[in-house]
């Protein structure tokens, strides 16, 4: 069932390259036919040189030649159709999984190592798209091949074709046999690739603690070990690629000399003549072509599979889920925004409560702050507010208008987020402010930056804008970063801004200064994790986390 589930989903996004596909098949489909057609030619030749039929030998050596220039432009067309399509398949299937990851379930999506997705969004959708290049136009043109030659077989010899018949349909059994064993070992190689790469990406994320504590040496042994067990699942699937290699190689060898016996024994008696004899040998070289191939498509094709199955159980996990209409105006919404109110509101991570019947209001316009202990349960508020994380029980909501509206995907836009690690991405810095709207000019983006106090170091830098951050921000110091995401907040003009430890790396007066501007923008309702008394200043709102409750104080 799950066999026939991966193949419908691969016939599925494999649609918009059909024509394509198309044309590599009968690319190949027409290349078997002409190495047939070579051992036919092959017996003529040699039949008109053996009755020194001059003028028909050279008449057959130059269709012999135009099939061998045909060949050659058909394995060339065949290339270069293969990286075309192979190419846009692997676009398709990687644009598709990466916009299935972004809309995911956030706690379903959470659970997998960025790693191993990573491995997902890389090397099983270019196996699957580079096997789906492959194994249809190898098994057109097998079928080709062996239709084309047991065809001239039977025609030459019937007895033989039949016998040959027998032996491919047992050789196919054969080959089924071993399709569960090659899909569980390619599922455990890509699994212990997952690890590898997650742990190795880890690592060099972290690398200032890593030479800090110095534990250099043991994560290389560490390392060491996870690929050792890659290596290990490795040699056990390609064991079994060996050795139905050698099994496919060993059953040809005794074929071709059964073959030759047979043939040999025929031109002794004179039944057949010595071009039959050659053609015959020439045609079971060309059968033994389709059948190595065999032994590769077969491993390849479960492999598929697999990998298919790994792609498939990111894109079945359930998807954010949505309350309101995707019609929603946030805009309106929050010109006529009374509250966001928490009613009864209880939260936990599988069996590790946060929050139990927590009821507190947000008024349109109140500057927050949140407070308790570190791990008690702050930052995830925000999750909870956004709706990236589903509540237990009770309900939060946007009171607006006399209406109540649940928290989602659409209700969204009235929040710009600066998360702890502010998460900005390489590239400029003009392409970091623009990411959240790219159609703000250079004046907007400094006067943003004017507000987030990073006016006066983006203005000293030799490339200003254009200069270029490396990954999460490396270049610049963390109160600089910290200055920017919250710059990148500014200007999505969302109206409440949630502010996650956003200015925890900042001097008190750079600190009053930013939060200072931010409190003189009009129409914004600010909400504000942090542990130093310059937040406490410009609130008007205490939340309070304890013991898994909220208490809310006026300041």
């Given at each position: 069932?799950?066999?026939?589930?991966?193949?419908?989903?691969?016939?599925?996004?494999?649609k918009?390259?059909?024509?394509?596909?198309?044309?590599l098949?009968?690319?190949?489909?027409?290349?078997?036919?002409?190495?047939?057609?070579?051992?036919?030619?092959?017996?003529?030749?040699?039949?008109?040189?053996?009755?020194?039929?001059?003028?028909?030998?050279?008449?057959?050596?130059?269709i012999?030649?135009?099939?061998?220039?045909?060949?050659?432009?058909?394995?060339?067309?065949?290339?270069?159709?293969?990286?075309?399509?192979?190419?846009?398949?692997?676009?398709?299937?990687?644009?598709?999984?990466?916009?299935n990851?972004?809309?995911?379930?956030?706690?379903?999506?959470?659970?997998?190592?960025?790693?191993?997705?990573?491995?997902?969004?890389?090397?099983?959708?270019?196996?699957?798209?580079?096997?789906?290049?492959?194994?249809?136009?190898?098994v057109?043109?097998?079928?080709?091949?062996?239709?084309?030659?047991?065809?001239?077989?039977?025609?030459?010899?019937?007895w033989f074709?039949?016998?040959?018949?027998?032996?491919?349909?047992?050789?196919?059994?054969?080959?089924?046999?071993?399709?569960?064993?090659?899909?569980?070992?390619?599922?455990?190689?890509?699994?212990?690739?997952?690890?590898?790469?997650?742990?190795?990406?880890?690592s060099?994320?972290?690398?200032?603690?890593?030479?800090?504590?110095?534990?250099?040496?043991?994560?290389?042994?560490?390392?060491?070990?996870?690929?050792?067990?890659?290596?290990?699942?490795?040699?056990?699937?390609?064991?079994?690629?060996?050795?139905?290699n050698?099994?496919?190689?060993?059953?040809?060898?005794?074929?071709?000399?059964?073959?030759?016996?047979?043939?040999?024994?025929?031109?002794?008696?004179?039944?057949i003549?010595?071009?039959?004899?050659?053609?015959?040998?020439?045609?079971?070289?060309?059968?033994?072509?389709?059948?190595?191939?065999?032994?590769?498509?077969?491993?390849?094709?479960?492999?598929?599979?697999?990998?298919a199955?790994?792609?498939?159980?990111?894109?079945?996990?359930?998807?954010?889920?949505?309350?309101?209409?995707?019609?929603?105006?946030?805009?309106?919404?929050?010109?006529?925004?009374?509250?966001?109110?928490f009613?009864?509101?209880?939260?936990?991570?599988?069996?590790?409560?946060?929050?139990?019947?927590?009821?507190?209001?947000?008024?349109?316009?109140?500057?927050?702050?949140?407070?308790?202990?570190?791990?008690?349960?702050?930052?995830?508020?925000?999750?909870?507010?956004?709706?990236v994380?589903?509540v237990?029980?009770?309900?939060?909501?946007?009171?607006?208008?006399?209406?109540?509206?649940?928290v989602?995907k659409?209700?969204?836009?009235?929040?710009?987020?600066?998360?702890?690690?502010?998460?900005?991405?390489?590239?400029?810095?003009?392409?970091?402010?623009?990411?959240?709207?790219?159609?703000?000019?250079?004046?907007?983006?400094?006067?943003?930056?004017?507000?987030?106090?990073?006016?006066?170091?983006?203005?000293?830098?030799?490339?200003?804008?254009?200069?270029?951050?490396l990954?999460?921000?490396?270049?610049?110091?963390?109160?600089?970063?910290?200055?920017?995401?919250?710059?990148?907040?500014?200007?999505?003009?969302?109206?409440?801004?949630?502010?996650?430890?956003?200015?925890?790396?900042?001097?008190?007066?750079?600190?009053?200064?930013?939060?200072?501007?931010?409190?003189?923008?009009?129409?914004?309702?600010?909400?504000?994790i942090?542990?130093?008394?310059?937040?406490?200043?410009?609130?008007?709102?205490?939340?309070?986390?304890?013991?898994?409750?909220?208490?809310?104080?006026?300041?």
């Open positions: 069932m799950k066999n026939r589930s991966a193949l419908n989903w691969i016939i599925e996004n494999s918009h390259e059909f024509l394509g596909l198309v044309l098949v009968i690319c190949d489909a027409l290349f078997s036919v002409c190495s047939v057609s070579l051992a036919v030619f092959a017996k003529l030749i040699i039949d008109c040189a053996a009755s020194k039929n001059r003028e028909e030998l050279i008449k057959n050596a130059v012999l030649l135009l099939v061998i220039v045909l060949q050659i432009a058909l394995k060339l067309a065949g290339k270069a159709l293969e990286v075309r399509v192979s190419g846009k398949l692997e676009m398709k299937y990687k644009t598709k999984l990466f916009s990851i972004l809309k995911k379930d956030y706690l379903k999506i959470s659970a997998f190592h960025s790693g191993e997705l990573m491995t997902r969004l890389t090397s099983d959708v270019t196996l699957v798209s580079q096997a789906v290049t492959s194994i249809v136009p190898s057109v043109s097998m079928v080709t091949r062996l239709l084309c030659a047991f065809a001239v077989l039977f025609y030459l010899d019937r074709a039949l016998l040959f018949l027998a032996a491919g349909i047992a050789l196919f059994v054969f080959t089924r046999i071993f399709r569960g064993s090659m899909k569980k070992l390619h599922t455990r190689v890509q699994q212990a690739d997952g690890k590898v790469r997650s742990f190795m990406q880890e060099i994320e972290s690398i200032l603690v890593v030479k800090i504590f110095g534990v250099g040496d043991k994560l290389k042994e560490k390392a060491k070990g996870l690929q050792l067990e890659h290596y290990d699942a490795k040699i056990r699937k390609n064991r079994w690629s060996i050795f139905a050698l099994g496919f190689s060993a059953a040809f060898s005794f074929g071709y000399l059964f073959a030759l016996t047979w043939s040999g024994l025929k031109l002794c008696a004179g039944s003549s010595f071009g039959t004899l050659t053609a015959i040998m020439q045609l079971i070289s060309q059968v033994q072509v389709p059948f190595t191939s065999l032994s590769g498509v077969v491993p390849q094709y479960y492999s598929m599979l697999a990998s199955e790994r792609i498939i159980e990111i894109e079945n996990m359930p998807s954010s889920k949505a309350v309101n209409d995707k019609s929603v105006d946030t805009k309106k919404l929050y010109e006529e925004l009374e509250c966001i109110k009613d009864n509101v209880s939260f936990s991570y599988d069996r590790d409560v946060v929050l139990e019947n927590g009821s507190f209001e947000i008024d349109k316009n109140d500057f927050v702050m949140i407070s308790g202990i570190s791990g008690i349960g702050k930052s995830t508020l925000f999750k909870l507010m956004v709706g994380l589903p237990d029980e009770g309900k939060i909501s946007i009171e607006s208008g006399g209406k109540s509206y649940a989602d659409y209700t969204r836009p009235l929040f710009a987020y600066v998360p702890q690690g502010n998460m900005l991405f390489s590239g400029t810095i003009r392409e970091n402010l623009k990411f959240v709207n790219s159609e703000t000019s250079d004046a907007e983006i400094m006067e943003a930056a004017r507000i987030s106090c990073a006016d006066e170091f983006i203005s000293e830098l030799p490339e200003g804008l254009d200069t270029v951050l990954e999460n921000g490396h270049g610049l110091s963390e109160g600089q970063v910290q200055r920017l995401a919250i710059a990148r907040a500014v200007l999505t003009d969302a109206p409440i801004l949630l502010l996650d430890e956003a200015t925890s790396a900042l001097d008190e007066a750079t600190e009053k200064k930013l939060l200072s501007n931010i409190k003189q923008l009009k129409e914004k309702t600010c909400i504000i942090s542990h130093k008394s310059a937040a406490y200043d410009i609130c008007n709102k205490e939340l309070r986390i304890k013991d898994k409750t909220i208490e809310s104080v006026n300041l």
